[in-house]
Each structure stands twice: as structure tokens, then as C-alpha cells.
């Protein structure tokens, strides 16, 4: 892909009574919804200006130098695609080495500097305005942060020394390494300021024109910002050191780049900034070829690109238009189901149960989820009696006669929701798109005896429904591309994104996760110590160990799963005696108060009901990790072959918003392949 | 008392910089609701111990109501300025005269007691929105004549004047086009000018973000030699050239206006009074000869004559239309007491904006000059009108005592 370079053009404004500011503002000549980035090119016409303004202000032809973006853009930060094609460490140093030695023009100029930061500013675009003397922010800019180590980088271009010395070490850590792994969390402008990242919230009617004003008031002295007082060194490196710790605890090593900036950010305590910056320049080098940052960028495409333009629909226009959902059951995740269709689809909604009490339980949860959003803020009082007015409840089959869609969510057993699709379809008109919310069983096999199955979809939303971003799309025998294109506009309109999978067993992202779950329950039987199986996994940096997860899940929908899946698919899928003994005496995988979360540890003392197969001393930790990775690649290539989807990338899509799989494992064929499992 | 109910005065008044109406001029790819939000915020900035809320109403001027001058401006302008929502608005159109009859109307309003506090002003964009672009003139017009054709070309009206008075010749016109450049500059060195101006952020494609500080029409150093030879783009052998017409342009105009009471509750110092205003009808085809009845109404108004006005702003949409108002009450072509910064040939008329400037400069020249009871501004309106407003000065000696003639 060529760059799509960021121009630097210079203008020169009046600034009141004081002389003449150099205005320089970076636009990439594209609409809003390409932001600004800089790569090889627009680093060297951003040079080529900074150079002339630095000559200026030599001359004492300028009393300031002001950096700004196009409307509602700052910058992006670096051209990700650009770094990605690296090969080479000498190209790789070449991109550190170009921010350094641009942004230090800006450091080093003869006159202070101010970055207008009216529009998204991520990364090299922040670092930018970090290299500046003064900030001013839009009170409307959302997008302000460094998200390098979420896509496995360091911010090199300033960054780990710029920040902490800036804001302090410990709210640059947030900024840095915590918030990029909350899942590359940004800053709002409001948070930015209060954090001390940026001097002044400007509204952004007259953005520009009130920042030179704010400039016009620096410079005359009437306006000192803020600075926080550094950190004695020792304080400060014992601040990484806490991070560090609560980094290690969730990535256990699995992924360089956290660790790197941390090392990085205790290194800035000596206040060396070119030691720091050259520093910054090894670990870029280094990290830019590494899998892990290929992975990232790829996942990013994934998740950005990919998710917003499902490879396998049917062309939209297909679709038909949905004004009336009907919801079958009206059970926890039927509840869930009734209320997303309200929130984001905005249409009416039906829920259908058997007797009133159920029902009328099934609208009680809508209603206290409504309150508890109308509570947080997140919605307003008019949005909730809207919400309220779009769920109703009924007993009556024939009330869902002008549904357009029904989903059902009523219990996993194929007969029961075969008799729930036949009943449905004596009241249903003929086009009515009926949908299954199920999670391992044949969609195929559901329509089977319909007499339209054409119209028969899975829509396989993942729990919690209001939280997860997936949507897994399936395809039945039969399906056809109306039904099938309606199927995705419902997913795009809830706001999740959505794959295109096949109805084959667990589609993708149960299916390779219970895979899991097997080879996990199988060691254990075969004999390895819980201790052991705990530990092996950690190398993945998963969001979470699997005996967390099948607490989250809840051993017993789990093991259900599991053996649904070994119906299906065979023995790969193997039973676990002790399993089955831990569920039917109701024995928690971890111990946990009030409810089980990812730190939850686990309960070593379970080892007591495993060891069935036991001929030896069952695997070690990277014996099990191997076994692992071959499970894993094994599946995938089964379900390559079986066209459950039409690429991997859509496995890896998957696992990412399906399973929160991590960046720095592209999800995972790209982990898979660099071990050499795939 | 010439006006029934409450004294209404103008607190404040501010412009934007006033640009060419060119693909290359200072505004070329602003929005004109842009420019017009960044007048109203910064006057409401400058005038702080008004409560945004106390606005009553807000009255925005446009000719052209379409596209970035469309979606009823005064509301649309408040809510994109950052107005409380329960501060209404609306879009006002009069052609040139529309910002001046956006202060006549929300004055209406505070003298009636309807409001207490209003913003009026005008925005236009004449280079996104040419005169007339987006209009369907009536072909009953033409078809009844009702109107010569002649009458929808602002300058052939202006030709028609020569006609009708052969006296105003194309050598006064010239001169007093010279004269309104030399006025602006001189005004502009003496920092008359540039206080009113709110600097507006302008971004460019090729140039990036700039701001716009000064007027990019005058064109200082214009001399009769150097109008000689230009073309007279009305009229073949005509008498109106570029050097004695407005330019086309692109800027905004806000003023706020209070009633007398609500000034002294919240310690606003008003620059000037409204006394009377009156709008007239002339024949289309000599609309440049408006301001004449409209001003005679406007004096009858309030009680006053000619002699009693010792400041003249007098929209200068052609030099032939200001000097068919000068001869009518007999005032000389170069009386310092006229367009003393210079007028609309020089600084250039965003149409439906400019009626807001008249009033600006004419507030400021009350300052300078406390000695001044009485001023005039008025404009002559495209399709056969006029507008006038008499405004006193608060800094007068006799200032808001009766008037005895």
C-alpha cells in the first residue's frame, strides 16, 4: 500500500500585538474519515517545515511555531502499514531514528512551540504534541492516546521520556502500558487535561482562533500552566516496578512490548533525554520486527476493517427490512436478546413465553437492566421510557404474526427447538426470518421439516449479549441470500460485528475454545498437577486462565457443550470423569468470593477429582502448551477444510472479539503458525 | 417620545473580517455559519456580564438562505455557538438590509417588553452564494412588467440612477470611490477599524489553518488616474465600474442589543440609542434612491431634521446611490461627517451583514466624538427600498433628555 502522505504546510498568522507565529498544519488531503498519518513521506515534509521554522526563529523572524491538523484530525500517529512491511533492522531504526530526529527540531527551537490539538492525536500524532511546549486541546476530541503497546510498539518517538516527565511516571504508566492494555483504552480531552497530557480544554466552535489567543497570553506571561514537580528517581523507578508486577500478572511474559516500556519509562528517571531517545530507537528497532507487532497490526486490521465489512455476506441491498422482532423464551439471554433488539435496533419487541410468570419475568429483567443504564447515566429518562415501551411480553403464539424476524433462545436441545420452529411457522408469514440463537447445535437439522427452511439462520450472539462484539452468522443448508443478508444487517444494526461461518458443530470460536477446555481436562485426567496445567497456557497471555473461564462459563453449560461437540466431532473432545464429579457435587474450578473473575485463583485442592487415564505423571507446563498449539492448529485446519469459514482470518477475528484473544497472538493462527503448530 | 415602550440600546457590535468573494479569497472554503458562529460567540465573550440566557431572541440576516446559510440561521448559529437551548432564534432576510432589519425587529421586541436582550446581525457568503444563484424570479415580473428587467441587476439600477439624475456624474462617482478607499486606510492606521474585528479561524487545502485578522477587499493607494479605463460591466458606455461599486464578499456581522433597564441592571455601558427607524419602497429600477424616503420617515419619526444628525454611515452598495442621498438633503460629496472610515466600495458588502457594520462604526465615531448627539445609518435595498436607523449617543450631554428642537 503506498502512503497516502500528510503534507506540512506552513502559514503564517498575525498573533495580536506580538509578531508573527508559524502556523504549520498536517492534512493528508483526504475527508475526515481518513485521519492523518505519517510515514517515510509525511515525516520528511513535516521535517522540511520544521526546518524552515527553525531558521525563522533563529532570524527572530517568528515568535512562536504552532502545529495543527486538519478539521477533526490531529494525527494518527505512524503509517502502521509502512512499518509493517519492514524487514530489515536498518529500515526498522530508520522510522525510530526519523521521529527522534524531526520531533527534535520542535524541542529544540529558539521559540516555544504549541500543538492545536483539534482532532484525534494517537501515538507519533501525541508524541508530536508531547515535543511541543504547550498543548491546547478541543473539548470534543475523544481519541487522545498512545496505543503502541497495545499493537505491540513502544511510543518511540519521545514518548516514554516525554510523558513521565510531563504528567509523572505513575499517570504516564496509565497512559502508557495500563490503558493501552485495557484494550487500548483512549482519553477524552477533559481526561487529558485533568491528567496534565494537555494545558487547556478549548471548545471547538473557534478552536483555532481561542488557541492563539491562549498563545498570545503565554507568551505575553499572563498564562503559566501547570507542571507537577518530578519524582526523585528512586521513587519513581520503584513506580515502574509496581506496574511491572501487575503487567506480569496478566501477560506473564507472553508479549515484549509492555515490558519494554516499562524499562523504558524507568530509564527516563535519569532525565538523560538522548540516552532515553536512543533508548527509544533500539526497542523500536526491535520491535517492529517482531511477530508480535505483525500480529497486532493484522489483528487491528481485522478488528477495524474486516469486522465492519463481513467477508461471505450477501450484498446489504439483499436484506429485508426488519420493524417487528419476536423473541422465543423469555429466559436470561432471551431477556438480553429483547433488550439489545430494543436499544440498538430500536424497533418493538415480543417476548414469548409458555406460562405468564415466566414472562413476566423476562420483562422484569429488561426492566431493571433499563433502570440500572437509566441510573448510570448511560441513558436518558426519555431513552428508557422508549425502551419500555418497546418490550412487551405475551403467552400468545399468534402475537408474534407480523414479526419480521424471530430469534429463539429456549433451551439447547435439537427437538425442543425444532417443535419451537414448526409451531412458529403456522402463524408466521412465509418470508418472517426465523433465527436460532444457539451455540453448538445443527441449524440445518432445525429447518430440516420446515416448510420454508430457506428462511432459517443462527444468529449466534455471545454472553454477556450487551457486552461481547461478536455475532457469529451461520449459514444453514438451505439458508437463502435474503435471509442470510437480513441475518448480518441485524448484527451490523445491533452494533456487533459478525463472521460468516458454516452450521458445522460450535461454529468457531466454541468450537476451538472447548477444544481447549479438552486438552486441558485431558491432561489433568491424564495425570498432569493442576499446578502445572494452571501455569502452561501463560505464554499465550490469554485474558484469562482456563479454569477461570470455565468458572465464567460455568463447569456445568461447559461440560454440556463439551458434550455436544463430542457427539459431533468425535473423541477429540474427550469426556472428563472429573469433570462430570466436580459438577454434579457443585465444586468451583477457583475460589472466589461473591462472584469468580480472571484473578480468581485457582483451587489446587481439584486435582483430587482428576486422573483417570493416569499412566504416568500425565505433561509437563510446555509439554501441555505443545499439546495445546497442535489441538488448536488441528482444528483449524479441520474447519479450513470443512469451510466452517471461507479464510483464517475469520477464526482469528473470532477469537478476538469472541474470546478477547489477545493482539499480540493475531488471535491465533498467526501465533500458530510462528511456532510451528499450523 | 419618538418610539412607544422601552429604550432599547446597542451594547456591542462586531464583524468578522470582511473577504473577497473569490475562489481564492480569505473565506473560499469557510463555512459562512462558521464564520457567523465565531462573530456571535466573541461578542457574547466581550460582553460577559450579560447571562447568555437573558438573550431573548437571535436574528441572523442571509439573501441567500440555502446550503451553509440554509437550516433557519439565527437557531441554527445559536445552537452551533453554544447558546442555552431556551435561547430562540431566526432567520431574517431583507436583501442588503438584512442585518439592519434584524436590529430594527428584536429592538421591536425590547421595546414591546416581548424581550429584554437580543443578538442581530447578518451573515453572507457571496462567493459560495451569488446574488440571486438559487432564486426563481417570478416571470410575471418580466411578463407584466411589473419590473424592467433591469431592476434584478443591482447595477444597471445603479446606471439608471446617472440616468435619472444627470447631475450625479460618472467624475463625482469616481471621486468619491478614491475617497472611500483613502477614508478606510486611514481609519484602518488610526486603529479605527480593527477593534471591532473578531480574528476567524480559516482553513485552506493548499494553505492549511490561518486566521483571517484584516479585510482582504480594500484596495488602498486607488487613485482617479488609475480608475481610468476600466470597464463598465452594466452597461456598454456606462458610468459604474468596480472602482465606484461594492466588491463582492463574504463576512458576518453581530450586534447585541439590550433594553435601556436591563443595561443599568447589569452594568452594560450601551454605545448608542436607537431613536427611530423607517423602511421605504422606491421604484425597483432606482432601488439605489431608497434611503432617501426611508431616512425623511425615520427623521419624522423622531422628531427631528437633517441638521440634527452630525453622523452620516450610508451603505455605499454604489458611489452614484450615496451621492443621490447627499444631493437630496444637501450635503456635500466629500463631508467629513459621511462614511468618516470609508465605506462599503473600500471594506466591501457581505450583503445582508452590512447594515450591523454601519452600526459598529457608527458607535465607535460616538466614542470619539461625545460632542455628536445624533447619527444615521442607512442603506438602500435591492428590488426598490430603503432603510434607516437614527441612533443617539449615550455619551452626549443631553443624552436620553427630551428632545427640544
Known sequence: MSERVTRAVVRDVPLEDLGTLALITLDNGEDFTRPNTLGAGGMESLRAALDTVAARAERREIVGVGVTGKPFHFAAGADLHAAVGITTPEQARAIAEAGHDTYRLLTELGVPSFAYVGGVALGGGLELALSCTYRTVASSVRNLGLPEVFLGLIPGWGGTYLLPHLIGVEQALGVIVANAMRNNRQLEASEAAELGVVDVVLEPADFLAESLRWTARVLRGEVTPNRPEPLDAQTWRATVETARSAVDARLHGAAPAAYRALDLIALAADGDKDASFAAENDALTELILSPEFKAGVYAFDLTSRRAKKPVGAPPADQARPVRLVGVVGAGLMASQLALLFARRMRVPVIMRDLDDARAQKGLSFVHAEVERLAKQNRIGADEANRLRALVTVTTELSDFADCDLVIEAVFEKLEVKKSVFAELETVLGAETVLATNTSALSVTEMAADLAHPERVVGLHFFNPVSQMPLVEVVRAQKTDDAAYATAFAVARACGKSAIAVADAPGFVVNRLLVRLFGEVLGSLEDGTPVSVADAALRPLGLPMGPFQLLQLVGPAVAMHVLDTLREELGERYPSSPGMARMVEGNVPFVTFEGRPSAASPVDISIGQYFGSRADGQGQTADELLVRVRDALAEEVRMMLAEKVVGEAADIDLGMILGAGWPFHLGGITPYLTRTGAL | ?405
Open chain 2, 1 to 405: 417620545m419618538p418610539l412607544f415602550g422601552r429604550d432599547v440600546v446597542l451594547i456591542d457590535a462586531v464583524r468578522s473580517p470582511f473577504g473577497r468573494a473569490r475562489p481564492d479569497g480569505l473565506y473560499a472554503h469557510t463555512r459562512a455559519d462558521d464564520i457567523a458562529v465565531a462573530v456571535v460567540r466573541d461578542l457574547l465573550r466581550r460582553n460577559e456580564d450579560l447571562p447568555p440566557g437573558r438573550i431573548g431572541d437571535v436574528a441572523l440576516a442571509a439573501t441567500s438562505q440555502v446550503g451553509d446559510l440554509g437550516l433557519t440561521l439565527g437557531r441554527s448559529v445559536g445552537v452551533l455557538a453554544g447558546l442555552p437551548r431556551s435561547v430562540p432564534g431566526f432567520a431574517i432576510d431583507r436583501m442588503c438590509a438584512g442585518a439592519m432589519t434584524a436590529v430594527t425587529t428584536l429592538a421591536s421586541g425590547i421595546a414591546v417588553g416581548a424581550i429584554d436582550a437580543a443578538v442581530a446581525g447578518g451573515v453572507e457568503h457571496m462567493g459560495h452564494h451569488p446574488l440571486g444563484a438559487s432564486a426563481e424570479p417570478n416571470p410575471r415580473f418580466i411578463a407584466e412588467r411589473l419590473v424592467s428587467g433591469d431592476a434584478l441587476v443591482m447595477g444597471a439600477t445603479a446606471e439608471n440612477l446617472h440616468d435619472r439624475y444627470p447631475r450625479l456624474t460618472k467624475e463625482r462617482a469616481d471621486s468619491f470611490g478614491v475617497a472611500s478607499q483613502a477614508r478606510y486606510a486611514a481609519a484602518l492606521a488610526a486603529g479605527q477599524i480593527t477593534p471591532d474585528l473578531v480574528p476567524i479561524g480559516i482553513f485552506d487545502p493548499e494553505q492549511g489553518w490561518g486566521l483571517a485578522t484584516a479585510d482582504e477587499p480594500p484596495r488602498p493607494g486607488t487613485t482617479i488616474e488609475g480608475m481610468a479605463g476600466l470597464p463598465t460591466p452594466f452597461r456598454a458606455g456606462g458610468r459604474v465600474t468596480a472602482a465606484t461599486s461594492s466588491p463582492l464578499t463574504d463576512g458576518a456581522t453581530a450586534a447585541l442589543l439590550v433594553a435601556g433597564d436591563v443595561a443599568d441592571e447589569l452594568g452594560l455601558k450601551p454605545k448608542m440609542r436607537l431613536v427611530s427607524y423607517a423602511f421605504a419602497g422606491v421604484e425597483p429600477e432606482v432601488m439605489g434612491v431608497g434611503p432617501v424616503p426611508a431616512t425623511k420617515r425615520a427623521l419624522e419619526l423622531a422628531d427631528l431634521s437633517i441638521e440634527d444628525v452630525s453622523l452620516f454611515e450610508i451603505n455605499e452598495a454604489f458611489a452614484v446611490q450615496v451621492l443621490a442621498f447627499l444631493d437630496a438633503f444637501g450635503i456635500a460629496d466629500d463631508d467629513p461627517r459621511v462614511n468618516a472610515y470609508g465605506g462599503a466600495i473600500a471594506v466591501g458588502h457581505p450583503l445582508a451583514a452590512s447594515g450591523v457594520r454601519l452600526m459598529l462604526q457608527l458607535a465607535r465615531q460616538f466614542a470619539e466624538q461625545p460632542e455628536v448627539r445624533y447619527g444615521l445609518t442607512t442603506m438602500c435595498v435591492g428590488l426598490g427600498q430603503g432603510g434607516s436607523v437614527i441612533w443617539e449617543n449615550p455619551h452626549h450631554v443631553d443624552h436620553a433628555k427630551e428632545n427640544h428642537r
